[in-house]
């Protein structure tokens, strides 16, 4: 529980489920190149509104919904509605927490574009995102329709993102009781601290 939820900003803008093939490769790369540019571009102005911004960002591009539910597993088919939703909010809280928490690490950061391809349901686009002072990251982001381009995975350092979330998150409520009460619990302390 106490793992990151991502790795950093670009996978903060990770991961979903369930989600139809984005309609081409050169759809899916382009939708990649503007998001990876407005977002980096927002690091480096560092606006005012940062927050607000980057929100926008996350919820017109990332299907944060299937991301959570994706990551509890079989727990979302046992969970209340009412549970569900409270889950599905601290998830977006803690995420964005997190995302603000490491957003000045990639200022100045640069990117280029790999090819992409059709992987399973969803297309496969490569960029490398080198940080000032550090080595070049290669990072595969899974784009898919949820409706409309939405990034639905990412795999950094060759670890998919929604698949490590969900193990830590499906043992966490293994340990403690079962059911997503627990990790609603944990997370609402998450939120807060």
């Known amino acids: 529980m106490h793992r990151r939820l991502f790795l950093a900003l670009p996978a903060a803008l990770a991961v979903a489920g369930r989600a139809q093939a984005a309609t081409d490769t050169a759809s899916a790369a382009a939708f990649v190149k503007k998001l990876l ?58 995420l ?27 297309i496969s686009v490569i960029t490398q995102l080198t940080r000032p002072n550090n080595a070049p990251n290669r990072v595969e982001w ?6 409309g381009p939405k990034v639905i995975d990412l795999i950094a350092e060759g670890t998919s993102l929604r698949l490590t979330q969900r193990s830590d998150y499906t043992s966490f409520i293994g340990q403690h009781g079962g059911t997503l009460q627990g990790l609603i619990n944990a997370l609402i302390a998450q939120a807060a601290g």
Not at 142 to 147: K, N, R
Request: contains cysteine.
């Open 37 to 94: 540019g407005d977002v980096l571009g927002l690091v480096d102005a560092a606006p005012p509104d940062l927050l607000a911004k980057v929100q926008a960002l996350v919820d017109a591009h990332v299907d944060v919904g299937g991301i959570a539910s994706f990551c509890v597993g079989r727990y979302w088919r046992t969970a209340t509605p009412a549970q569900q939703a409270q889950y599905q909010e601290l998830f977006r809280k803690v």
């Open 142 to 147: 899974l784009v898919a329709d949820a409706p």
């Open 96 to 122: 964005m927490k997190n995302v603000l928490g490491r957003i000045g690490e990639y200022k100045g950061t640069t990117f280029e574009m790999g090819p992409a391809a059709a992987k399973d349901s969803a």
